[in-house]
């Protein structure tokens, strides 16, 4: 491995990682291949991003993708990954989902992306990742991503700029990879803490900076935690909180975020803590078949309010033996993910309420950022179904295929509702250590198309639509 000597720096020229990097939430293929190991059911992995050092406890062909140096040292990597990728579409917006915000544009479009690294033995490792769009819409330029991380044992602190997926599913119902990265100052375990079996949790406060039409520049209050009892068997808890923003309150003591936390006055008439919350509950399980490496069936159910004998409104419903808490308006997300040798299946269930994602306060964009849904890339009063089939033909080619069908608005009085099914086709292929091509494809059929892109609006005209997307992708790792 080629390296030069500074004081007390070293600046490497070989493909490695800090194990304690975030991979990045929005690497799919990445955790799908960490989740297909036999070894999965061991871990932790529904609070994304996870450090590098988890991909080593994942499936062998992942080596091709990552290096780590086991032990941290101190180094500058100006240059880590280069990703450019251009598509071809006839469709006039399309998302591409759990990409971090991203979706392409009628005609041309060149996405590229650029990151680099700095580390400081085990006690700091520093991200920025940039992202340049070209279309006939767009030409600009973005700091997707820029974080510094600082780890003391198990734990870290995170500040910067990043997203985050959390959750059983392909994509988190309160918290997912479609949002557009977002400052954030965020506290998380990189492994399990053991007392009983195993713990992890995180906790982030995010700032949205962007006009609105209803509140702008609102913050997100996000918890996490999750227990892990046995290797077959973890249930997982979630909390999120929109408040603040132009003209609402502001929260400085610690009283304040107590009451953001608990929810105690949320849905109180005037109340300076009524805010937009949502929490969940998920559960999974791992049938040990001996036909298969991993066999996981979970299930999430959310809600956009809670009742429960803490909140101020519903303190008269604590007498309802056995009543502690219940969810409102509730959605739902319940799957199962398989595994088998050089196979990898996803089938998913979803269905989110008609008044997710909104309040009376965030009634517009409600919410979303810069346009994308924080939760389910599809927004509100949705039902979707969901299949993914990954195939290594062998250690360094692989088909990922993925189908999905979705109706909405699915419960809301509306003249005309969309109906939307899509397939697409990418093959990977690892020409050496430092680069792989991916060629993809993708068709659309919709049914009622809707011209408001916001996940949280509707406006559908009685139309029928065919799309086509043709892509190439190129990664460069240095």
């Known amino acids: 491995m080629k390296k030069y000597i500074l004081p007390n720096l070293i600046l490497f020229t070989a493909v490695f990682a800090n194990p304690y990097l975030n991979i990045n939430s929005d690497d799919i293929f990445i955790y799908d291949n960490i989740q297909a190991s036999k070894e999965s059911k061991e871990n932790i992995l529904s609070i994304r991003p996870l450090p590098y050092f988890y991909i080593f406890s994942g499936n062998e062909r992942l080596k091709y993708f990552s290096n780590y140096i086991e032990k941290p040292e101190n180094y500058i990597k100006p240059v880590n990954n280069i990703d450019i990728s251009v598509f071809n579409t006839n469709a006039d917006y399309l998302l591409l989902e759990g990409k971090s915000g991203l979706s392409l544009r009628k005609g041309l479009n060149v996405i590229s992306t650029e990151d680099g690294q700095i580390s400081y033995q085990d006690k700091f490792v520093g991200y920025y990742q940039f992202r340049q769009i070209i279309n006939k819409d767009q030409k600009e330029g973005q700091v997707l991503r820029a974080y510094a991380k600082f780890l003391a044992g198990k734990f870290s602190i995170e500040i910067g700029k990043d997203n985050v997926n959390w959750g059983q599913g392909e994509y988190g119902l309160l918290l997912s990879n479609n949002a557009y990265p977002f400052p954030m100052v965020k506290v998380q375990t990189e492994e399990p803490l053991d007392f009983y079996g195993k713990w992890s949790f995180a906790i982030l406060n995010g700032w949205l900076q962007e006009e609105r039409k209803d509140v702008s520049y609102p913050k997100i209050l996000g918890i996490r935690g999750i227990y892990k009892p046995a290797s077959f068997f973890e249930v997982g808890l979630t909390k999120t909180t929109m408040y603040g923003g132009s003209g609402r309150p502001e929260y400085k003591s610690f009283k304040d975020y107590w009451k953001l936390i608990t929810s105690s006055e949320d849905n109180v008439p005037g109340s300076r803590y009524d805010n937009d919350s949502y929490g969940s509950y998920d559960i999974a399980l791992y049938l040990p078949l001996k036909w298969f490496d991993i066999f996981k069936i979970y299930y999430e159910e959310a809600g956009t309010d809670v009742q429960a004998v803490w909140q101020k409104e519903d303190r008269k419903l604590s007498g309802r033996f056995p009543f502690i808490f219940g969810l409102l308006s509730r959605s739902y997300n319940t799957g199962v993910f398989i595994s088998k040798g050089k196979d990898i299946f996803r089938f998913e269930y979803v269905k989110t309420a008609d008044n997710f994602y909104i309040h009376h306060y965030y009634y517009y964009e409600g919410y979303s950022y810069k346009g994308y849904s924080l939760g389910y890339p599809y927004g509100r009063d949705v039902h979707s179904l969901f299949f993914k089939y990954i195939h290594w033909i062998d250690n360094q080619n692989w088909i990922d295929f993925k189908m999905s069908v979705f109706k909405q608005p699915w419960k809301e009085n509306v003249d005309i509702k969309s109906s939307n099914y899509y397939a697409s086709l990418e093959y990977g292929k690892i020409l050496n250590k430092n680069i792989q091509i991916k060629p993809f494809?993708?068709?659309?059929?919709?049914?009622?198309?809707?011209?408001?892109?916001?996940?949280?609006?509707?406006?559908?005209?009685?139309?029928?639509?065919?799309?086509l997307t043709v892509g190439l992708a190129l990664n460069l790792r240095f």
């Open 441 to 467: 494809i993708r068709y659309d059929y919709k049914k009622g198309i809707d011209k408001n892109t916001l996940p949280t609006q509707f406006s559908i005209e009685n139309k029928k639509e065919n799309y």
